[in-house]
């Protein structure tokens, strides 16, 4: 590629060069000067120049110009505030407009000390008010949902949400109603804002008009701290911010990572924090006693406990993994059991495959790509939300977005992203096999977990022996509260003698453990996590688990089996990455982590074709609903966006069945049957069925759909 | 100088809104005349012809199609502006009442010369009538197979004066809340659905046919060197005769105003002239003695606008007029940009006080800076159209402005021609949401 | 599919972008919902266009020929912009008061007709214009209101 032609633009006196066509909001940042702004924001699309807050003067043009819609050219001069008075005084102007009817209620607004208005009229507004008049009033707060209160009188309608909801989202569910002074961001007949995207307006709201009704009225922004970590709620690994204090978690949001998640978070990322203090939450380990039920139980004791658990196993161990564990978790529990016990058996969430390392590109290459070939029948936006709004992007610069591998424009590609999401993708090999195959330019799987990779490639790390299936099973450990929950894991349970389950809840395991150890969430971890494109992410506690973490127990149990653990992430990491990360030391993992080649992967390994689902039904595809699972079910804000029971399916079934959106429907297989709504999806392939797994039952392969 | 019909040839003598009428007098024969040249010679043609645009900015026709970006692998449209909303302007719609033929003639020829195939004839929703007559022209000349390739769509907007401004439209167009853009992209490179478009006014379009009849010479041998050609003035306010006129450009308003008009009407006293529509700087009774053409106006410190006087007699109070003009544009501010949204509201408020009497001297200085800190800053010219009047006003008519703070209320005691006069904004049907009160 | 779905559909085809036929569709839905729009509308029109109902109630809101509260069965608009208001709109729009019963922006008791001030309305040389049903009437004085409101309660 040639490098970008560069221009000399002057600013307040000051040359500076960059490349032609950059913004001149950035040039100006180029050469040190701020230019102020509300309504500019890049990721929403272009310039709406709204607001009126950047207007300078630009040399050959009379009048005063908003310059966020302009780009440098060669030999343009402009002149802020800093030096024209006239930009000074449009500056001034504009400010004062916005503040005629904005209520300046600061000590008590959320946004106050975090809020641009705030800074901007600090830095170049008036200091008096000349409006005497009543201000305008409006009914507030709206509740736009359950986790989203909008105050009206304190919009200064610079249409980033709503911009937000149109251009990047594409939910089309946040708007601007009326016109004039009248104008005001609504939804439709005042229905909640329910999209999986919609909290990244309460971050681009320049004011206190959009706020989160779980933050509200918990702090000011000088008694917080903003601690850098990732999300653990699902593959993106999306990086954060959680805005703590007194060691609580009270908010988290965003910490743009450019080729991760552009600054935009969904809503579980964004509101699903709360699960850290749900009332179930597990604070002490508990010990089932005959007859009596579940008893609490000192840690010394519980170490007693599992100690004898381990030992009375005598190797005959399972471990069912989360896929949510940290690296260094997973690589603990693996030493200690497989180095310390011989216990060498391990059911993983899903299967993986380093194949998929030959083809590792950042996911911000998806918005470069010329066709994006979406596969695998669940839809992206419920397993990795962020690569949904990488395809829209995409899609909006001009992408071809198909849902075949045989498609046309798939052959005629120059830069083809291939994307897995969805049962059989043999976890990656299938869609490393076909970027192999077609020559595409990059290829993602979408897992089920947020580090399911990460606990695999560690489990794998900690010993080097191998060893039999135990049967019967003396003794299984269950990691965590997905693998608690899955249906597959208790199957085993009801197999073995005996069942530890390390869990954040009560109620997961209670019905089934012997010994259960509190869990602790992504949020009061420290380690790494690996994300889908196979980046290697750190993670750091945000807040203080009411039990010690997992890793703190493991070290202390591996004592006690004369494995030698350090109860440090730090230490534990050390030692493992020499294994899988190159001698990678922690300390550079980074806060905005790069994404490390691989300079080689192994070919992929395919089963022969698999037995198609018998019988002529429809083939259903089961998912898990992105706002659905233990932490979502605890949060109170996100109730709201649970899956509804329906059944979806192509207009094609619909149309043969004549069964329209809405419809009251049979789905059934195998003598057994459900009840569920009908909703006819466009973009769903001709016999195919999807119904989220909440509202599934016990259905599965082929099914058959009537009215 | 003086009444020269063009525009509205004929259409005294003949029902023109029937082809073969149209026809009978020479209709669509400059349509071949204008497609056996190339789009290069065409355009050259309309550029030596220097028909400034009719709508308000003057803008030179030929100029504008010249910036058409005809390379782009994009279909090329034209875009009529047939949203005639400024108060005062009321000549689109005799157009397209009377002569439709001629528009649908020039929008054939402008098509050919940008290369488009493709023209939207965006009309303001309240011109029913209008919208039926020049719907069925436009039936009737593409059943004759007059169109060729091209084709021609009459399109309804819905009550929004902004949807005049050109970037509004194409918003409103593409089925959007009709608010204007940022420019660049200018319309030429990047217009309707992002593709190089061409927006000119009925009148514009309605007159380029004489100027493929006349040639560039003899069109420019119709009105002054710098504003050649007609322009149909609409007169309204209080004068005898108010009505549509076509007068070569030049003319002087005094003869448009007295000898065209009649004069006042009732033997009042003329006491303003807002020329152009009612965004524009006022004149004074004194200032009458102009040329109405581009220049000369503009030379006085207003515009050529939309060629739409409102006169006004002695009986007005100005503040009255301030108010209820200022009225209309808060009603009509789009609410994008900041000034024009939150300024135009506190003017409204400002001169509502002062109306009262309950201003103080002040309050006077307060508006007069509000208007100076709307004036150039919004994101398209409505926020300007707010201001030149009442800037206007305040700067010919202070004293009257001075004599509500100093009388404690309006010096006209109740007997001002706008009295009490409502304005829609002064009705709130509109709004779903609820404003609770202060 | 409804009617006005497909109606809908037929009008979005003619255009480039079926989003351009957002204006056309819901002056359709209001006409055939007696001269209003309600939820339903917007709903209704987003389905036949892919597009959200928020989406078209925002645009129905930004344009004052819909309407988003029920309207009468007839609509009478006088302009009283400044070359209207100038000869004496405001002694029209009270003639209108007395004779109707009812304030600008309201609707007669029986449903039958809402009265409105507009906004210029285009007939600036014909003052004062009044529109009824959309049909400009021209140089209405005050004497004239009676007559029109008889005529259109009996239309």
């Known amino acids: 590629m040639s490098s970008p032609e560069l221009v000399t633009v002057t600013i307040d006196d000051r040359p500076v060069q960059v490349p032609k066509g950059l913004g001149i909001v950035e040039a100006a940042l180029a050469a040190g000067i701020e230019i102020p702004v509300f309504c500019y924001e890049p990721r929403l699309g272009p310039p709406v120049g709204a607001c009126r807050m950047c207007l300078c003067e630009v040399q050959g043009m009379p009048k005063l110009q908003a310059v966020c819609t302009m780009t440098a050219q060669d030999g343009m001069v402009v002149r802020t505030a800093q030096t024209s008075e006239k930009a000074a005084d449009g500056q001034n102007a504009t400010l004062e407009f916005i503040l005629v009817n904005h209520p300046l209620d600061c000590p008590v607004c959320d946004k106050g000390g975090e809020c641009p208005l705030q800074d901007l009229t600090f830095r170049w507004g008036p200091g008096n008010t000349r409006m005497e008049f009543e201000k305008r009033t409006l009914e507030k707060p709206i509740p736009v949902s359950p986790a989203i209160a909008l105050d009206r009188e304190r919009c200064i309608l610079c249409y980033r949400c709503t911009r937000f909801s149109e251009a990047v989202a594409e939910d089309g569910q946040l708007v601007a109603q009326n016109r004039g002074a009248s104008s005001v961001i609504a939804t439709f007949d005042d229905q909640p804002y329910r999209a999986p995207f919609s909290g990244n307006v309460i971050e681009l709201c320049p004011v206190g008009a959009l706020t989160s009704t779980q933050y509200r009225f918990e702090a000011r922004p000088w008694e917080i701290q903003n601690v850098p970590s990732v999300c653990g709620l699902c593959p993106v690994g999306c990086n954060i911010s959680a805005t703590t204090r007194e060691g609580k978690v009270k908010r988290v949001v965003s910490r743009n990572h450019p080729e991760v998640d552009e600054g935009w978070l969904c809503d579980k990322g964004r509101f699903g924090f709360t699960h850290l203090n749900a009332r179930d939450r597990i604070a002490d380990p508990l010990r089932r006693v005959r007859r009596r039920g579940l008893e609490e139980l000192s840690w010394d004791d519980a170490l007693d406990e599992a100690e004898r658990l381990l030992r009375g196993a005598e190797g005959r161990i399972v471990t069912a993994l989360s896929g949510s564990e940290t690296v260094e978790q997973a690589y603990a529990l693996g030493k200690l059991l497989r180095a310390g016990l011989d216990a060498h058996t391990a059911v993983f969430p899903e299967q993986t495959s380093a194949a998929l390392d030959a083809h590792r590109l950042p996911l911000s290459s998806i918005a470069q790509a010329d066709v994006v070939a979406v596969l695998g029948d669940v839809p992206v936006v419920e397993r990795a939300p962020i690569v949904d709004l990488w395809i829209k992007q995409a899609k909006r610069s001009g992408a071809h977005v198909v849902s075949s591998p045989d498609d046309e424009a798939l052959a005629g590609a120059e830069r083809a992203v291939l994307i897995w999401c969805g049962p059989d993708g043999e976890g990656g090999a299938r869609v490393a096999d076909l970027a192999q195959r077609t020559g595409a330019a990059g290829a993602f799987y979408l897992p089920e977990t947020p580090n399911g990779r990460g606990v695999c490639d560690a489990w794998a790390a900690a010993d080097d022996a191998e060893g039999p299936d135990p049967e019967p099973i003396g003794l299984l450990v269950v990691s965590g509260d997905e693998a608690a929950a899955d249906p597959n894991v208790r199957a085993l349970a009801e197999r073995a003698e005996h069942v530890i389950v390390t869990s954040m809840f009560h109620g997961l395991a209670a019905g089934w453990a012997d010994l259960i150890l509190p869990g602790t969430s992504y949020l009061e971890r420290d380690g790494t996590y690996v994300n889908l494109e196979g980046r290697l992410q750190r993670l750091r506690r945000t807040a203080i688990p009411p039990a010690p973490d997992e890793l703190a127990w493991i070290s202390r149990l591996a004592e006690r089996f004369g494995v030698e653990l350090a109860p440090y992430p730090s230490a534990v990491f050390a030692e493992l990455s020499g294994r899988i990360y190159d001698g990678l030391p922690f300390g550079e993992v980074g806060e905005h982590a790069e994404l490390r080649t691989r300079s080689e992967a192994p070919a992929p390994v395919l089963p022969g074709e698999g037995p198609s689902p018998k019988g002529k039904g429809l083939r259903l595809v089961r998912y898990k609903a992105l706002f659905s699972g233990p932490a979502v079910e605890r949060v109170p804000e996100l109730q709201f966006q649970r899956p509804a029971a329906e059944v979806e399916l192509s207009a094609e079934d619909a149309e043969k069945r004549k069964i329209a959106s809405g419809d009251a429907v049979r789905v059934s297989h195998n003598g057994t049957s459900l009840e569920l709504r009908a909703r006819v999806k466009r973009d769903l392939r001709a016999g195919v069925v999807r119904i989220p797994a909440e509202h599934a039952g016990d259905l599965g392969g082929s099914v058959e759909v009537a009215k | ?438 | 599919m409804s009617s006005l779905t497909a109606e809908i559909r037929e009008i979005a085809a003619r255009y480039p972008d079926s989003r351009t036929a957002i204006l056309p569709a819901l002056r359709l839905a209001q006409e055939q919902n007696g001269g209003w729009l309600t939820s339903e509308s917007f709903v209704q029109v987003g389905e036949a266009l892919g597009l959200t109902p928020a989406y078209c109630q925002a645009v129905a809101s930004f344009y004052d020929m819909f309407h988003l509260a029920p309207v009468g069965r007839h609509t009478v608009e006088v302009c009283t912009n400044l070359s209207c208001a100038l000869v004496g709109a405001q002694q029209v729009v009270e003639a209108f008061e007395t004779e109707l019963g009812v304030a600008p922006g309201e609707t007669t008791e029986d449903g039958e007709i809402t009265f409105r001030a507009v906004e210029c309305l285009g007939g600036c040389g014909y003052a004062t214009v009044v529109a009824v049903d959309n049909r400009y009437r021209h140089f209405v004085k005050p004497e004239d209101v009676p007559a029109i409101v008889e005529d259109v309660r009996g239309a």
């Open chain 2, 1 to 438: 100088m003086g009444l020269k019909t063009m525009l509205l040839a004929g259409a005294d003598e003949r029902d023109l809104t029937k082809l073969g009428e149209y026809q009978a007098i020479g209709g669509y024969e400059q349509v071949p005349k204008a497609r056996a040249m190339s789009s290069d010679d065409l355009i050259a043609l309309l550029q030596a012809a220097n028909l400034r645009g009719r709508g308000g900015a003057g803008f030179p026709m030929g100029r504008k199609a010249s910036l058409i970006d005809r390379k782009s692998p994009k279909p090329k449209y034209l875009v009529v502006n047939a949203d005639e909303s400024e108060p005062g302007a009321f000549k689109d719609r005799q157009v397209m009442a009377q002569v439709p033929h001629r528009l649908i003639e020039g929008c054939l020829i402008t098509a050919h010369a940008i290369e488009s195939q493709d023209v939207f004839i965006y009309i303001r929703g309240e011109y029913l009538t209008e919208y039926e007559v020049l719907q069925r022209a436009v039936d009737e000349a593409r059943a004759a197979g007059i169109f060729g390739d091209i084709e021609v769509t009459v399109y309804r907007g819905a009550g929004a004066y902004i949807c005049g401004e050109e970037t509004a439209l194409l918003d409103s167009l593409e089925g959007r809340r009709g608010q204007p853009r940022p420019r660049p992209p200018f319309p030429p490179i990047q217009g309707l659905y992002a593709a190089p478009t061409q927006i000119n006014n009925v009148c514009t379009i309605a007159t380029v046919p004489a100027i493929i009849e006349l040639g560039p010479d003899g069109f420019a041998n119709v009105g002054t060197p710098g504003s050649p050609g007609t322009v149909i003035f609409s007169i309204s306010g209080n004068v005898e005769k108010p009505g549509n006129y076509e007068l070569e450009l030049g003319t002087s308003m005094r003869e448009l105003i007295y000898t065209h008009a009649g004069g006042i009407a009732g033997g009042h006293q003329l006491k303003a002239v807002i020329p152009g529509g009612s965004s524009v700087p006022a004149l004074s009774a004194q200032q009458i003695d102009v040329p109405l053409d581009y220049d000369s106006l503009g030379a006085i410190g207003t515009f050529f606008g939309a060629a739409s006087l409102i006169v006004v007699d002695e009986r007005c109070c100005m503040v009255q007029l301030a108010l209820r003009s200022t009225k209309f544009y808060m009603h009509e501010s789009c609410g994008k940009c900041t000034p024009c949204r939150e300024g135009t509201r506190w003017m409204v408020q400002l001169l509502e006080k002062i109306e009262a009497g309950d201003a103080e001297l002040s309050d006077v200085d307060l508006l007069r800076n509000v208007c100076s800190r709307i004036l150039g800053k919004s994101l398209c010219a409505l926020g300007d159209f707010a201001v030149y009047p009442v800037s206007s006003y305040l700067e010919k008519w202070g004293e009257e402005f001075v004599a509500h703070v100093e009388h404690g209320g309006c010096p006209y005691g109740g007997e001002s021609s706008l009295e009490r006069i409502f304005a829609p904004s002064d009705q709130h049907t509109h709004s779903p949401v609820a404003q609770v009160p202060a």
